[in-house]
């Protein structure tokens, strides 16, 4: 069974719009660590974020902000007045303390922002 | 801003040729991973390296693969006789702490095996 779901495949926006990434988890550990990552076009690994599962506080950075609810195992990614440099692949990831070092990505989504 | 730098940034070889994948991570951090990415493919997770030894290995990492950290500086990944199934980006990442800490993610060295 996949640890982390990424759902969306691709998706594909009109620039200015909101745009949600969704992310479902899978873990029995009782500390882990969630993650989102952007790859750009470029092909790098951009970090965006860590969230312990202890806290459940929601995040706001700029024009992204990240929805953490263990109840539905969801860690969700929203970009709010998308832009064209939004374009990327992203990525939610899990550690799990139980697994040591190993992080686990999800399949990514493919965003599109279209001028 | 101190970075990960990956060297080269694209190798291309013959199967069943070895090939040395070679990585500086930041230079105060401890932890060390290699993670490949086979195109239009998911990030996979292929070893973690700690205090001089492999702390963690994925499943993917058969006796083919090895990491060294030669010196204080560089941190390598080398596949002994390359498969054409090896072809994929390898990201090389260095973090403070454990795994939950912020990696810091290489460029990536594209790995073409003909």
């Known amino acids: 069974a996949q640890k982390v779901t990424q759902a969306q495949t691709e998706i594909s926006v009109v620039e200015k719009e909101d745009v949600t990434l969704d992310c479902v988890y899978e873990t029995r550990d009782t500390t882990y660590y969630l993650f989102w990552y952007k790859q750009p076009p470029s092909g790098e690994l951009v970090f965006l974020i860590r969230?312990?599962?202890?806290?459940?506080q929601n995040e706001i950075s700029g024009r992204y902000s990240w929805n953490f609810q263990k109840s539905t195992s969801s860690f969700n990614f929203t970009i709010t007045a998308s832009q064209v440099v939004d374009s990327a692949v992203y990525f939610c990831?899990?550690?799990?303390?139980?697994?040591?070092?190993?992080?686990?990505f999800g399949k990514g989504t493919r965003l599109h922002i279209l001028p | 801003e101190p970075e990960v730098t990956q060297t080269p940034s694209h190798q291309v070889t013959q199967m069943g040729q070895e090939v040395i994948l070679r990585c500086v991570p930041i230079?105060?951090?401890?932890?060390f991973y290699w993670y490949r990415q086979i195109l239009g493919q998911k990030v996979e997770f292929l070893v973690s390296f700690y205090n001089n030894e492999i702390s963690e290995k994925s499943e993917i990492f058969d006796d083919q693969f090895s990491v060294e950290r030669p010196d204080g500086s560089n941190f390598t990944l080398k596949i002994r006789s390359t498969k054409l199934e090896d072809s994929a980006m390898y990201f090389c990442?260095?973090?403070?702490?454990?795994?939950?800490?912020?990696?810091?993610f290489g460029p990536g060295t594209r790995l073409t095996v003909t």
């Open positions: 969230r312990n599962s202890f806290d459940e």
């Open positions: 230079s105060n951090h401890l932890y």
């Open positions: 990442a260095s973090s403070e702490l454990r795994a939950w800490d912020e990696q810091y």
């Open positions: 990831a899990l550690s799990e303390a139980s697994l040591g070092d190993k992080i686990i």
